[in-house]
C-alpha cells in the first residue's frame, strides 16, 4: 500500500449499525410482551414509588418545595401557607400552578454560574397576581 491511498471503511458498517439497531429494538419489544400479548410497563408506576425522594414527591406542599427549591425558613413558611389556602378553597390551585411552573422556566444563572432558585420568583409573582385578581389571603413567610 502507498501512501496516496487511504484505506476505505467497510462498506458494511452502515448495514452492520443498522442491523444492531434493529435487533436491539427487537429484543426490547420481545422483553416488553406478557404471554398473553399484552405490553407490559417497563416504567414502574407512580404508585408504586413510594419514597419520598426529590424524584417522587408524595404531597403538594413537598411538589412545590422541591419544585421551587425552597429552603429557607421563610420560603418554608410560605409555601405551606399558600398550601393551607389552596385546600381551604382560598385561592385557586390553577393559579398556583401556573405560577410554579412559570417561576421554574424563568430560573437564570446568576454571575457565577450557578442558578438561581424558582422560589425566588414564585414568592412575588404568586404575590402580584392575587392582588392582581383581588383575591386577599394572609400569606405567612415570604423572601427574608
Known sequence: ??????KSPSKNWLFRRLLL???SLHAIAVWSINADGQTRRIVPDRQSA???STSSPSTYRDVLIFGLKARLPSELAYVDSVVLAVERNQIPATLVNQTFFWARTHTGQTMYGQPNRPIIYFIPALNARLKRLGIEVNLVG???
Open 1 to 6: 500500500m502507498t501512501s496516496n491511498q487511504k
Open 21 to 23: 439497531v434493529g435487533l
Open 50 to 52: 413510594r419514597p419520598l
Open 142 to 144: 415570604g423572601l427574608p
